[in-house]
């Protein structure tokens, strides 16, 4: 290998170069063309690059929240061996732009007040935490901040877990469809003051019965969720995170649902 002359480090070590997008950087070392070390002003990232990236000012600053504005992805590998994202990345970026993308917020208002906690905007902490949850990499289950505690609007460590599709669907609503009444609850056509009762299970609807009042009827509707919560949760209770059982055995449905 050629050696360096002394007089092309002294040229660049200690000097300032600036980045496109990811501020100033200098140089700290200068071992080959396409081995110069750097460190970016504004975060403190070192990191490698070649001298003709350093010119073109395409360095990336990996400590920057580059993605959605507030999502760090550090030095984690985002990519597999066939080029595809990572289980844990295609998760977080998921994640964040339920939160933090335009397009999604304003397409859904179910996640117009989300938002994700400082550690889980740092890709190398949420990737950590993902491989130590119960759960995390089967088929089929997915991340939930819903469940732990009853209308939070915070992803987090101590907010979030792993459960399996069944468990989720059981609290999917369908706000499109629920009309002007209670949860599990819709007028009788053509019969004056008569409110049915209804519930999904298993993909199949099923009548609980005709009651007087809107209040009566979501009672039925209350009873018969609450005992499939419980039911569902039993069925996957040595396989779930233990604060998703407890959860899940103490649901209640109330009317403002």
């Known amino acids: 290998m050629k050696k360096v002359d002394e007089s092309t480090k002294i040229k660049y070590v200690g000097k300032v170069f600036s980045t496109n ?8 070392e200068y071992h080959r063309h396409n081995h110069v070390v750097v460190k970016f002003l504004e975060t403190g990232y070192i990191t490698t690059v070649s001298m003709g990236n350093l010119r073109k000012g395409i360095c990336r600053d990996k ?8 999502g760090i992805v550090g030095d984690e590998i985002t990519r597999n061996s066939t080029g595809t994202h990572t289980k844990e ?7 964040l732009s339920r939160c933090y993308n335009v397009k999604v ?4 208002q179910k996640y117009s007040t989300c938002k994700v906690s400082e550690n889980f905007k740092y890709f190398p902490y949420f990737k950590e935490w993902c491989n130590n949850q119960i759960g ?14 009853k209308g939070n609007v915070l992803y987090s460590e101590h907010t979030c877990t792993f459960i399996p599709q069944e468990i989720n669907k059981l609290f999917t609503m369908r706000e499109s469809k629920r009309g002007d009444y209670p949860l599990g609850v819709h007028k009788v056509v053509r019969v004056k003051e008569q409110y049915q009762a209804q519930f999904w ?8 019965g005709q009651f007087d009042t809107p209040e009566q009827s979501f009672l039925a509707y209350k009873q018969q969720k609450e005992l499939r919560v419980k039911e569902v949760a039993n069925k996957w209770k040595d396989q779930i995170d233990v604060r998703a059982y407890n959860a899940l055995m103490n649901y209640q449905v109330e009317i403002t649902d």
């Open 201 to 208: 299970k298993d993909g199949k609807l099923q009548y609980l």
């Open 21 to 28: 997008f990811c501020g100033d950087l200098v140089v700290l």
């Open 63 to 70: 400590l920057l929240p580059m993605v959605f504005g507030v």
């Open 136 to 149: 995390f990499g089967n088929e089929g289950w997915q991340l939930d901040k819903d469940i732990l505690i």
């Open 105 to 108: 917020k304003n397409k859904s």
């Open 89 to 95: 990345y295609a998760l977080w970026v998921n994640m």
